[in-house]
């Protein structure tokens, strides 16, 4: 069974104040869960959640962000808590659980972790992003910065290529989303790693993906669940 991260952002605990009699129902059982005091418990069987329907998002007036660790088998919902853009470097986004935990994505593209163990301290990808956003084939180095027990600086440099793989559709929560599927190839000599992402749009919004955040931490999951 899933367990959980930190979960139930409030962003879904904000539809028990509101919305469709489902969706108030789901965010209620939410928000009982975090009184129980089980979410984010390495010790305490976290509480389940409601399954997640789409009169429950259109509910929700906040982004939402689901993700999920592939080697601990979590899943958290997440909630922006701060942004800012760089000039040419796209937008940087903080997405963080009810607990300690942040995602921080640039453009969609993972480039720093916090409080999930084996973080990733930041990432330099700016030849991802820059294939994101115009859809083609770019190739360089990638770095990313991982950070030790001993809270020195590992980094990994990766020769990558990303390529555009063709139209997909892709369903998220009983919604199907028109996206152009993108495929990251990175290596170097100890190995090489695989990344996906589905951009939606013209503004280049990474709808879902599955990107590598390590040695240790492995592959995270995201599907942006609501703008």
Same mark, same amino acid.
């Given at each position: 069974?899933?367990?959980?991260?930190?979960?139930?952002?409030?962003?879904?605990?904000?539809?028990?104040?509101?919305?469709?009699?489902?969706?108030?129902?789901?965010?209620?059982?939410?928000?009982?869960?975090?009184?129980?005091?089980?979410?984010?418990?390495?010790?305490?069987?976290?509480?389940?959640?409601? #399954?997640? +329907?789409?009169? $429950?998002? %259109?509910?929700?007036?906040?982004?939402?962000?689901?993700? *999920? !660790?592939?080697?601990?088998? &979590?899943?958290?919902?997440?909630?922006?808590?701060?942004?800012?853009?760089?000039?040419?470097?796209?937008?940087?986004?903080?997405?963080?659980?009810?607990?300690?935990?942040?995602?921080?994505?640039?453009?969609?593209?993972? #480039?720093? +972790?916090?409080? $999930?163990? %084996?973080?990733?301290?930041?990432?330099?990808?700016?030849? *991802? !992003?820059?294939?994101?956003? &115009?859809?083609?084939?770019?190739?360089?180095?990638?770095?990313?910065?991982?950070?030790?027990?001993?809270?020195?600086?590992?980094?990994?440099?990766?020769?990558?290529?990303?390529?555009?793989?063709?139209?997909?559709?892709? #369903?998220?929560?009983?919604?199907?989303?028109?996206?152009?599927?993108?495929?990251?190839?990175?290596?170097?000599?100890?190995?090489?790693?695989?990344?996906?992402?589905?951009?939606?749009?013209?503004?280049?919004?990474?709808?879902?993906?599955?990107?590598?955040?390590?040695?240790?931490?492995?592959?995270?999951?995201?599907?942006?669940?609501?703008?």
């Amino acid at each position: 069974m899933t367990r959980l991260l930190a979960l139930a952002s409030l962003a879904l605990i904000t539809a028990c104040s509101g919305g469709t009699e489902t969706a108030t129902g789901q965010g209620q059982a939410i928000k009982e869960a975090i009184k129980a005091g089980n979410f984010g418990k390495r010790n305490k069987q976290p509480a389940p959640l409601p #399954v997640l +329907t789409r009169d $429950l998002l %259109n509910s929700i007036t906040i982004s939402s962000l689901e993700t *999920t !660790v592939e080697t601990t088998n &979590t899943t958290a919902f997440m909630i922006p808590i701060a942004a800012r853009t760089n000039s040419g470097n796209g937008k940087i986004v903080v997405w963080k659980t009810v607990g300690t935990e942040n995602i921080i994505l640039r453009d969609g593209v993972l #480039v720093g +972790t916090k409080g $999930l163990g %084996n973080d990733l301290g930041s990432t330099d990808a700016r030849v *991802t !992003v820059r294939g994101l956003q &115009t859809r083609s084939t770019k190739t360089g180095e990638k770095t990313l910065y991982i950070r030790r027990d001993d809270n020195t600086i590992e980094p990994i440099r990766l020769q990558c290529e990303i390529t555009n793989v063709g139209p997909e559709s892709v #369903v998220i929560v009983e919604r199907s989303y028109a996206t152009t599927h993108m495929r990251e190839v990175c290596s170097n000599a100890t190995g090489r790693v695989v990344n996906d992402f589905w951009v939606e749009g013209r503004d280049g919004t990474v709808r879902k993906s599955r990107q590598w955040g390590g040695p240790r931490l492995g592959y995270l999951s995201f599907r942006l669940l609501k703008k």
